[in-house]
């Protein structure tokens, strides 16, 4: 009797991205280039490598076009890069960037706290970035964030989210990563979210992007994959956070995704204890503590065996 194939889960590594950016500590660019070349080692193949945003207000993030320059453009690692208009898409151009992300909100108050307009103005300013990526065959990932609430307003309705992730599919983005930025999600809202949403994207075309501040991130993981999800973002070693949302912590750490997914049977092509050495060496050149559970054990046990 054969055993049928795992299937397959797409682990969107984050964290020289939205990791990196909500860590007081900045790197140098060769440091970025270190990590993710390192992340890139572990079977990782889709990596968030930097943002093209002022450096007047998110300082991790300059140079970001040097870091893009200096990755390699033939190691079938796909970089990405949060473009957030026009120029930022120009300069990741310029970088040889072959893929971005353009960043919305389901919540009205987030959108003017975070990008400084609504969300109506938000698709304003992406439609010409959408135009010109797909002029220049470059692929455009949406993120959605507050999906599962709002530091501002609260609590955020399914129908809300749903909306803004149909706009960003029809308007040309191939996926829509939905958000829990403040982590203050449950499994029970998670799946009634994905639901909801499926009925208005492909759930092929669906992400799911949960940040651990309540410790409901592994859980809400569970809770997508039981609507279909084949899609997360994580962060090695948990790195990240947000600043309009005192104490949330940073995405669901990429070890503790990994140690669930492999346990469940999923495949990912992803090393986990090469994963966990990353987290281990990053913290430790963050002057951080390393927030993946599995990682820790993984560092303990190794400890005990030397």
């Known amino acids: 009797m054969t055993m049928a194939p795992a299937q397959a889960v797409k682990v969107f590594e984050v964290g020289p991205r939205d990791g990196l950016q909500n860590e007081r500590q900045p790197l140098s660019v060769a440091a970025r280039v270190g990590l993710i070349s390192e992340l890139a080692a572990t079977g990782l193949r889709h990596i968030e490598a930097g943002a093209f945003v002022s450096p007047r207000w998110v300082p991790q993030m300059a140079g970001s076009e040097e870091v893009l320059r200096?990755?390699?453009?033939?190691?079938?690692?796909?970089?990405?890069?949060?473009?957030?208009?026009?120029?930022?898409?120009?300069?990741?151009?310029?970088?040889?960037?072959?893929?971005?992300?353009?960043?919305?909100?389901?919540?009205?108050?987030?959108?003017?706290?975070?990008?400084?307009?609504?969300?109506?103005?938000?698709?304003?300013?992406?439609?010409?970035?959408?135009?010109?990526?797909?002029?220049?065959?470059?692929?455009?990932?949406?993120?959605v964030s507050c999906v599962l609430g709002c530091p501002f307003s609260g609590a955020v309705a399914p129908e809300t989210v749903a909306k803004v992730a149909r706009r960003l599919h029809e308007m040309g983005c191939y996926e829509i990563s939905l958000g829990d930025t403040i982590g203050a999600g449950r499994p029970d809202a998670t799946a009634q979210l994905f639901e909801h949403c499926a009925q208005h994207v492909p759930v092929a075309a669906l992400a799911g992007h949960f940040h651990d501040t309540w410790g409901m991130a592994i859980a809400n993981v569970h809770a997508a994959l039981g609507q279909g999800v084949r899609t997360f973002d994580s962060s090695v070693a948990g790195l990240g956070g947000c600043p309009y949302s005192p104490g949330a912590s940073g995405n669901v750490a990429t070890e503790d995704l990994l140690y669930l997914l492999h346990g469940l049977g999923y495949s990912t092509g992803v090393d986990l204890q090469a994963v966990a050495r990353v987290g281990v060496h990053i913290s430790a050149q963050l002057g951080t503590a390393n927030r993946s559970r599995a990682g820790l054990a993984l560092a303990a046990r190794s400890a005990c065996q030397h």
């Open 70 to 143: 200096l990755l390699p453009n033939d190691d079938g690692v796909h970089y990405a890069a949060l473009v957030p208009n026009l120029q930022g898409l120009q300069a990741a151009q310029r970088a040889g960037c072959r893929e971005v992300a353009v960043f919305a909100a389901a919540s009205e108050a987030f959108s003017r706290n975070n990008i400084n307009c609504s969300i109506d103005e938000s698709f304003e300013r992406f439609a010409p970035v959408l135009q010109a990526a797909r002029q220049a065959s470059i692929r455009v990932r949406g993120y």
